[in-house]
């Protein structure tokens, strides 16, 4: 599957999924595409093992939820933000460490003040190896964050710049 890029979304320092400066964060990098959907790039590190090179479960499921909850992004700008109200997690596969990794995730359903989203997880040789589904409330991230925030720590991703990314 070939997905068109429309543009890169923003990241943070600390932020354990897309934080730069997290010695322990996955640093990932997210694109949003033609279509309106999601896709996460990273690559797992050792530190987030849970059987030997197998990346552990609840990581997966950060990662998926952050794919999601950005989805909203696509559709309302770089400071719109999905919280969590609930999340369902399919595990299939066991996903590697050391690996670039891609996420997609997307709205599925558009409620007024909660939206709804699936993402898959993929394997470098695309097959999946985790589903989601989840619900989320709609929030501006003023409403999440301090001010000084948006100002300091919600940048443009240096990510690569990418015409389209193949999954």
């Given at each position: 599957m070939k997905f068109k890029i429309a543009s890169?979304?923003?990241?943070?320092?600390?932020?354990?999924?897309?934080?730069?400066?997290?010695?322990?964060?996955?640093?990932?990098?997210?694109?949003?595409?033609?279509?309106?959907?999601?896709?996460?790039?990273?690559?797992?590190?050792?530190?987030?093992?849970?059987?030997?090179?197998?990346?552990?479960?609840?990581?997966?499921?950060?990662?998926?939820?952050?794919?999601?909850?950005?989805?909203?992004?696509?559709?309302?700008?770089?400071?719109?933000?999905?919280?969590?109200?609930?999340?369902?997690?399919?595990?299939?596969?066991p996903v590697p460490l050391g690996c670039e990794l891609k996420v997609i995730g997307r709205m599925t359903s558009d409620k007024g003040r909660i939206y709804e989203g699936t993402g898959e997880l993929f394997l470098p040789n695309g097959e999946v190896a985790v589903i989601a589904e989840g619900k989320y409330m709609k929030r501006d991230l003023s409403q999440i964050v301090e001010n000084d925030f948006l100002g300091e720590e919600w940048f443009t991703s240096d990510g690569i710049d990418r015409d389209e990314i193949e999954i």
């Open positions: 890169k979304q923003h990241i943070s320092k600390n932020c354990l999924v897309c934080g730069i400066e997290n010695p322990f964060g996955l640093k990932t990098k997210f694109y949003e595409t033609q279509t309106k959907e999601v896709i996460a790039i990273f690559t797992p590190h050792d530190k987030l093992q849970s059987y030997p090179n197998v990346l552990h479960g609840g990581i997966s499921a950060t990662i998926l939820d952050e794919t999601i909850g950005r989805a909203i992004m696509a559709h309302y700008g770089q400071n719109s933000f999905g919280v969590t109200v609930e999340l369902k997690i399919k595990y299939k596969k």
